[in-house]
């Protein structure tokens, strides 16, 4: 038996490598892990919180659904929570959510729904008198961005349901995918450019649809398919499989292939048959999803907080691959971190040739005992980045030694240290030339200040040229300074020096982004840009008021304050503003100047019945007020909900005015009229 100390360290250590794998997988669209690794340390989690219930939270990501809101967009509630569903990778598991639902129905044989899982990202669209009004991502379940303007740039969805104006209200629940070659053809472009490829479909649709531009969006060809519904007024149904009969008279797109199926037996059956198919589909697919077919049986059997109990999805197992693994490199991002990778004898997997594949970390490297010259199984699962799953044991050479990432990195000449309580190592020093290429490769990419003509060519020559030694060389470049490189003549020289000074006018997000703060990617740095408008008032910010910002965790708090303790880093960011002149302001701000609350201060603390403290900030600064996260006597309102703690016993103690929910909306519907 286990320590329990150990176990609770354990528990502790899978929730928050689930929630940063959350976060990566829905905000940054950049999952390290496939699908079948996070669902194991999901499940990891759930037996050892049922055997240890002592240590369970209530929060646990075992109990809510992943939350994908970012900044920039209007929160939305769903009339009905969108929930996940339960996984199962085999046939038993399969067998046995049957047998569950038989007896909490009391029957002996169900109908089935049998559908292809799409790989993409839910959308809940709502239609009024058969128009449509709303387009709403999953979100946290309970309220998602409204993503309206870049979901009515899917050619295929209809704006009006042909036939379906007597449908007071509906909500209707689908996916959306970007297909196979809309993907190829975008990644080609991309590589024309000498940019990075898209990781795979999924990944890219949902940064595609959380853009800010629909313009872009609309570029990027996405497709929808509809598949359920969530709130209905006006109209009824009985059965699951009449869904896509409606949806089809409506003229909604719907999944190409379905099985409404008698038992479990031949539920399977389908499961197989869909695996034959899949892959003719213009969509990615990693599996089936499995409903109950009687809609009032459904709604009998009910949810968990997380989940319906009258579905299921069941996922396809990873495609692998066994190879020889022939050397272990090391990758250097834009961060300075290493990241070892393994270079392999190319192997077919999922229809294309993989030669490298990544092994995320030294721990990771330990805890498989991967070995140079080891015989590895390679996965790649929904076309993520292949990753080395276990060691073929019985094939190891008899000579092999483990791995020693540190020796490796002083053989390699890399002067790093590993971060205290962080499985990454990373270089010294912002001089170190190779970390420093990395840095301005990213600051210059088109994901940060989007310098064209910057590319790690160039950047290669500046840095051992010694024209730029920091970022903020860059700005004090002259055309003449860059004649005497490689393949730079009068016009090319010119062009660089010209879109360089361009970007100093970059909107703030590019800026944080291009800085290569640990933790902080492109959605975070537009979440920070909104919420305080220039990178003064951020790099004034606390713990506090960071923790309290929907899209910033724990890890990413701690990230930018100990960035911003770093004098280095600020004297950098100084002399960026002072020296050269980058503008370091946001468009995305949600403050409105001169609004009806201009010059009020407020503070927000506990729980409100209706409205998260993120959308009631939001309402606020539409308002033109200002929230902070501490109460002082320059305070005007403090609103408070429930358990409310010292900062509602501050404001009394200060005789500060307390407005609950009801009393804030009162406040800015005043506000409204008065205006």
Known sequence: MPEESDVAQRMEHLRKEIE???????????????????????????????????????????????????????????????????????????????????????????????????????ISLTYEKGKLVRAVTR???????????????????????????????????????????????????????????????????????????PKVVARRKLEIVCYGVGAVEGTGFTRQHQLREHFEEWGLPTLER????????????????LDQVRGDFSYPTDGAVIKLDDINGQKEAGSTSKAPRW???????????????????????????????????????????????????????????????????????????????????DKRPIHSKPFDFKARLDEL?????????????????????????????????????????????????????????????????RVEDLLGLEKFAQKSASNLVEAIAKSREADLWRFIHGLGIPLIGAEAAKVLAARFGSMGALMQTNAEALNEISGIGPKMTESLISYFSEQENTERIRRLYQEAGLKMESNLSGEAEGGPLAGKTFVLTGTLPDWTRDEARKRIEAAGGKVTSSVSGNTDFVV????????????????????DEAGLRELLESSDRSD
């Open 20 to 122: 940063r794998h959350e976060y990566l997988y829905r905000i940054e669209n950049n999952p390290e892990i496939s699908d079948q690794d996070f669902d194991r340390l999901v499940e990891e989690l759930a037996r050892l919180e049922e055997e240890y219930p002592l240590f369970a939270k209530s929060d646990s990501p075992t109990r809510k659904v992943g939350d994908d809101r970012i900044s920039g967009f209007a929160t939305v509630r769903h009339r009905i929570p969108m929930q996940s569903l339960d996984n199962t990778y085999n046939e038993e598991e399969l067998y046995e959510f049957d047998k569950r639902l038989r007896k909490l129905l009391g029957k002996d044989d169900l109908t089935y729904y049998v559908e292809p899982k799409i790989d993409g990202l839910a």
């Open 139 to 213: 979100g946290n379940g309970q309220e998602g961005d409204d993503v309206t303007a870049n979901v009515r740039t899917i050619r295929t969805l209809p704006e009006t349901l042909q036939g379906g104006k007597s449908v007071d209200l509906i909500e209707i629940r689908g996916e959306i995918y970007m297909t196979r070659w809309e993907f190829e053809r975008i990644n080609k472009e991309r590589e024309e450019q000498e940019l990075p490829r898209f990781m795979n479909p999924r990944n890219l649709a949902s940064g595609t649809l959380k853009q800010l531009d």
């Open 258 to 273: 379905s099985w409404q199926v008698e038992g479990i037996d031949a539920v399977w059956e389908a499961i197989q048959e």
């Open 311 to 393: 579905s299921i999805s069941y996922k396809f197992a990873a495609e692998q691959a066994e190879t020889r693994l022939r050397e272990i490199t090391i990758q250097i991002g834009r961060t300075g971190a290493l990241t070892p990778v393994a270079e392999l004898e190319p192997v077919e997997i999922a229809g294309t040739m993989v030669s490298r594949a990544t092994l995320h970390n030294e721990d990771e490297i330990r805890r498989k005992d991967v070995r140079e010259g080891d015989w590895v199984v390679v996965e790649k699962a929904g076309e993520i980045i292949p990753a080395v799953v276990r060691v073929v044991e």
């Open 413 to 477: 000449g890399f002067d790093a240290e590993r971060e205290s309580g962080q499985a990454v190592w990373r270089l010294k020093g912002s001089d170190n030339p190779v970390r420093l290429r990395r840095q301005l490769e990213h600051f210059a990419s088109r994901q940060a200040m989007d310098i064209e003509g910057l590319g790690k060519e160039v950047v290669k020559q500046l840095v051992e040229t010694g024209l730029v030694k920091d970022i903020v060389d860059l700005y004090a470049l």
């Open 640 to 659: 408070a909900g429930e358990s409310a703690g010292s900062k509602l016993k501050k404001a009394r103690d200060l005789g500060l005015q307390v407005l």
